[in-house]
């Protein structure tokens, strides 16, 4: 690149970004020379590459004008050579000194990337539930990358730049002086002419740049939502794949309009001041050859002052606008430490124990529970553009409790089962067991500990969870299932999936324990993947399971092996189950009717139905259908329902 293609470029990048709105918060420049400090010395020897980069800028310049004063017009060939050789010499120092800059610079660089993108990543992890459910992925994902790449210009792009700027225009300004204050001062007089396309322009490409922006997130927000499989499984089942297309067509047109409306702004930007830059040069030289015809000055200074000229616009417009660059590095800084600083509600004690080995029991003491608010949770800047005031968001202290009162017990070895309408708190009383969320007031006891009170790795081992919606990795069959233990063998992880009915599906599969199960599990069926997540419990060995059935929308072969595989996941330990299947309210231990958050009812299923009320109103609604349309599918078999009632007793 041309040093006049060079000017125009630095005031490009300059002038065309968006002066960021957003205020630091106090203290977040000490913060971020703790990230520094570990590469102290590499930043060091870096900045000091750059001064030495800035100190031999005026080099090429003072050589040429040695060359024709001092070489060409004495006719001494030798010091032409010998001066040649020296350029030729600086340029290989200059490709060197660049080489090195850059390898401390990606040190530097991906080091504080790396830095960055582990804690957030980390303390990401440690968040409860409630923030993912507040939190958009796609902004969080922003943090990981877009944030933490701008955070990490201000130890090297931005702070490279500005005392590169400073000691090159310093440097360049001092020798133009020496040379020829007259020149120098109509360059100076000059910069005004130069910064105003800048200006004019620039500022229309921000807003182009920043629409364009907006609209390849738009169309790439499509993509990702049409092309992940339920997305795509949507279109197929409602018959919409022309309309998408048009749909597609219709942001990728306009991706194409405002990309051909910034090609051509930018190439006017980069004319307008390529065309100024050249007027520049012919006035210092129309001005600077009268001088030297006059005898003012000698025809080497002139070629000298019109090749700094060129070396002064770039850092004079880059540094006129360095304040947008700073603030920019700074802000994503201040944006990733805003998710650092957002502290995890479910914490674990210092004094923490962990629960004891073998059978535990399951006791809720008088629970009360309502959701907590967005600001205790998350960050407004990380949820839906559309929830402007996060004052009205429901949760936190004075909102309706979604539990209240709830109290029982899970003996070791018992089935418990939660039944009751949609929405009544059913989800919630089991996401408590596992510390997805703290009680409001009351307490969970496992072991006869609260939960509060234990270790969260002690406590995720005794409990396992089966949700309705099975979560698998894209990943293999033995990853899916080896993250319940990662140091399970291939004996240990088959032994897991035939107990839970899964044997004839691995000896079918060519690649065993290897294959893919595709994302979200959709190479599986329904079933399998339901399976293959109690395998995963099984594996795990857990004291407790908690369990949402998934079998009410399974046929009846699918429902069957599942029944089967419960009554091995069930067998000798404390069981808390909402159920869907008549199966499983006829063999529970104790039944517990949740509405409005409140425990109705509980007993066993004869005791209820008897009774009357709401338990057998649902009854009636719901599991009288299943018995009118046959017997369960665990039922069918008298030796199979033998055993699932010993499995929980």
């Given at each position: 690149m041309s040093d006049t293609n060079y000017s125009a470029w630095s005031a490009f990048r300059s002038y065309t970004r968006d002066e960021p709105a957003k205020r630091l918060r106090p203290g977040t420049i000490p913060r971020i020379a703790g990230y520094a400090r570990p590469y102290l010395r590499d930043l060091v020897v870096f900045l000091g590459l750059v001064v030495f980069g800035a100190l031999i800028v005026v080099a090429n310049p003072l050589i040429m004008k040695a060359i024709i004063d001092q070489g060409i017009i004495p006719g001494d060939a030798r010091l032409v050579t010998l001066l040649a050789l020296a350029v030729a010499g600086l340029a290989l120092v200059e490709a060197a000194l660049g080489l090195v800059q850059r390898w401390y610079s990606s040190r530097l660089g991906e080091g504080l990337i790396y830095d960055l993108r582990t804690e957030v990543y980390d303390h990401v992890q440690r968040m409860p539930l409630a923030f993912f459910t507040r939190t958009q992925t796609g902004s969080l994902t922003s943090r990981l990358n877009t944030d933490v790449i701008g955070a990490q210009r201000a130890?090297?792009?931005?702070?490279?730049?500005?005392?590169?700027?400073?000691?090159?225009?310093?440097?360049?300004?001092?020798?133009?002086?020496?040379?020829?204050?007259?020149?120098t001062l109509i360059a100076l007089l000059l910069l005004p002419v130069f910064v105003v396309p800048a200006r004019l322009i620039g500022s229309r490409m921000a807003r182009i740049s920043r629409d364009q922006m907006q609209l390849d997130a738009e169309m790439s927000a499509l993509m990702t939502e049409r092309f992940n499989v339920g997305g795509a499984m949507l279109v197929k089942l409602y018959g919409r794949p022309d309309e998408e297309s048009r749909q597609f067509a219709e942001r990728a047109a306009k991706v194409r309009d405002i990309g051909v409306v910034g090609s051509m702004y930018s190439r006017i930007f980069f004319t307008a001041l390529t065309l100024v830059a050249a007027l520049a040069i012919?006035?210092?030289?129309?001005?600077?050859?009268?001088?030297?015809?006059?005898?003012?000055?000698?025809?080497?200074?002139?070629?000298?002052?019109?090749?700094?000229?060129?070396?002064?616009?770039?850092?004079?417009?880059?540094?006129?606008?360095?304040?947008i660059d700073v603030l920019t590095a700074l802000v994503s800084f201040d944006r990733v430490f805003e998710v650092l600083d957002l502290e995890p509600m479910i914490e674990e004690k210092p004094d923490a124990r962990p629960l004891p080995a073998g059978p535990l029991r399951v006791d809720f003491?008088?629970?009360?529970?309502?959701?907590?608010?967005?600001?205790?949770?998350?960050?407004?800047?990380?949820?839906?553009?559309?929830?402007?005031?996060?004052?009205?968001?429901?949760?936190?202290?004075?909102?309706?409790?979604?539990?209240?009162?709830?109290?029982?017990t899970a003996e070791p070895g018992q089935l418990v089962a939660l039944v009751g309408p949609s929405g009544a708190g059913k989800t919630t009383i089991t996401h408590l067991v596992s510390r997805l969320y703290d009680v409001t007031?009351?307490?969970?006891?496992?072991?006869?500990?609260?939960?509060?009170?234990?270790?969260?790795?002690?406590?995720?081992?005794?409990?396992?969870?089966?949700?309705?919606?099975?979560?698998?990795?894209?990943?293999?069959?033995?990853?899916?299932?080896?993250?319940?233990?990662?140091?399970?063998?291939?004996?240990?992880?088959?032994?897991a999936m035939r107990a839970a009915r899964l044997g004839e599906l691995l000896d079918a599969l060519p690649e065993g324990l290897d294959t893919v199960v595709g994302e979200r599990g959709y190479r599986l069926s329904g079933g399998e993947k339901q399976r293959l997540a109690i395998a995963r419990v099984l594996l795990r060995a857990p004291a407790v399971v908690v369990l949402d059935e998934a079998t009410a929308h399974l046929d009846s072969e699918s429902e069957s092996a599942i029944q089967q595989a419960l009554a091995t996941a069930l067998r000798g330990r404390t069981a808390i189950v909402i159920a869907h299947r008549l199966s499983t309210i006829r063999e529970a231990d104790q039944i517990l009717v949740v509405d409005g958050g409140r425990i109705v009812q509980r007993g066993r299923h004869d005791e209820l139905v008897a009774r009357g009320g709401l338990y057998a109103d649902l009854y009636r609604t719901q599991f009288a259908e299943q018995e009118d349309a046959g017997p369960d599918p665990a039922d069918q078999d008298p030796a199979q329902a033998a055993d699932a009632r010993s499995a929980v007793r």
């Open positions: 130890l090297t792009t931005t702070l490279s730049s500005v005392v590169s700027n400073v000691l090159s225009l310093a440097i360049v300004l001092v020798t133009m002086l020496v040379l020829s204050w007259q020149i012919a006035m210092v030289y129309g001005f600077g050859g009268n001088l030297v015809v006059g005898g003012a000055i000698e025809l080497g200074t002139l070629v000298a002052m019109a090749a700094l000229l060129t070396r002064l616009y770039g850092p004079l417009t880059a540094l006129g606008n360095v304040h003491d008088r629970v009360r529970f309502h959701y907590p608010g967005a600001d205790q949770v998350s960050l407004a800047s990380l949820e839906s553009a559309a929830r402007p005031d996060r004052a009205a968001a429901p949760g936190g202290p004075g909102t309706p409790d979604v539990l209240t009162d709830i109290s029982f007031d009351g307490a969970v006891r496992v072991g006869g500990a609260d939960i509060r009170d234990t270790t969260l790795q002690s406590l995720h081992d005794a409990v396992g969870v089966v949700s309705q919606d099975t979560h698998l990795f894209h990943d293999t069959i033995r990853a899916n299932l080896a993250y319940a233990r990662p140091g399970a063998d291939d004996a240990e992880l088959e032994s």
